[in-house]
């Protein structure tokens, strides 16, 4: 079992920045990757962007392709995802997951808002 604390969530204008942070601990050596999924009140949960925790490779949605960038610190197991060039239908609960062999663990959420 993984658990996750997310942090970095809250308010700011559209066009602006933000930057989440999601610290892993537990059986943190056998995660294969992380990730962020967002929800919006009355929607499915939405797959934003995954990382390869051994290689690095990230996969982004259409929807964030060339405005967020997720990173990770090894030794502190954390992934960050700065998000740039935010619009109000970034608005969401963000959740940050992480994935050992087929179980994937689910952090609190923390919620972004972007006002017009």
């Known amino acids: 079992q993984v658990q996750l604390v997310e942090s970095g969530g809250g308010l700011v204008q559209a066009g602006g920045s933000l930057r989440l942070s999601c610290a892993a601990s537990?059986?943190?050596?056998?995660?294969?990757?992380m990730g962020w999924f967002r929800q919006t009140p009355g929607k499915d949960r939405e797959f934003v962007v995954s990382?390869?925790?051994?290689?690095?490779?990230?996969w982004y949605a259409d929807s964030v392709k060339g405005r967020f960038t997720i990173s990770r610190d090894n030794a502190k197991k954390t992934i960050y995802l700065e998000m740039n060039s935010l619009r109000p239908e970034d608005t969401a609960i963000y959740y940050c997951?992480?994935?050992?062999?087929?179980?994937?663990?689910w952090g609190q959420g923390t919620q972004v808002t972007v006002s017009s």
């Open positions: 997951v992480a994935d050992v062999g087929s179980n994937r663990s």
């Open positions: 537990g059986r943190t050596f056998s995660m294969s990757a």
């Open positions: 990382i390869s925790w051994s290689g690095g490779s990230a």
